[in-house]
């Protein structure tokens, strides 16, 4: 998979937490650009990029356009997902004293995190 953001960025510039595995990710970043990505672009464009980025050639407006347009939506959506698929292990990581988020907050999370990825 080439992906338009990696998760060292998710990590550094989006807040994702460095304890989820990629494993919880990668699928995330691979379904928004499959499903929004793609579509928005058009596929000549998509291709494009996914072609400059393997290797390693991407014009500085395209790199524009991955950092300050693609990047901000992918992760996002991955942050909504991640919400879901992490449940389990967020609901079960937490400090004695301090309350663990319910269900319906982590839903809630999730939306948000959608509608800024929409926007």
Known sequence: ?????????????YGVD????DNYILPSIQKCQDLLIY??????KYNQLIL??????????D??????YIQPVIAYYV???IVQSTT????????????KATFDELIRLSK???IDSEA
């Open 18 to 21: 460095t304890n989820i595995e």
């Open 112 to 114: 948000k995190y959608m």
């Open 52 to 61: 400059d980025v393997d290797n390693d050639n991407v014009s500085p407006e």
């Open 63 to 68: 790199d524009t356009l991955i950092k300050d």
């Open 88 to 99: 389990y292990k967020m609901k079960n990581v937490g400090l004695d004293g301090v309350e």
């Open 39 to 44: 579509n928005i672009l058009c596929k000549e």
């Open 1 to 13: 998979m080439i992906a338009l953001i990696s998760i060292k960025t998710l990590n550094e510039k």
């Open 79 to 81: 942050k909504s997902e």
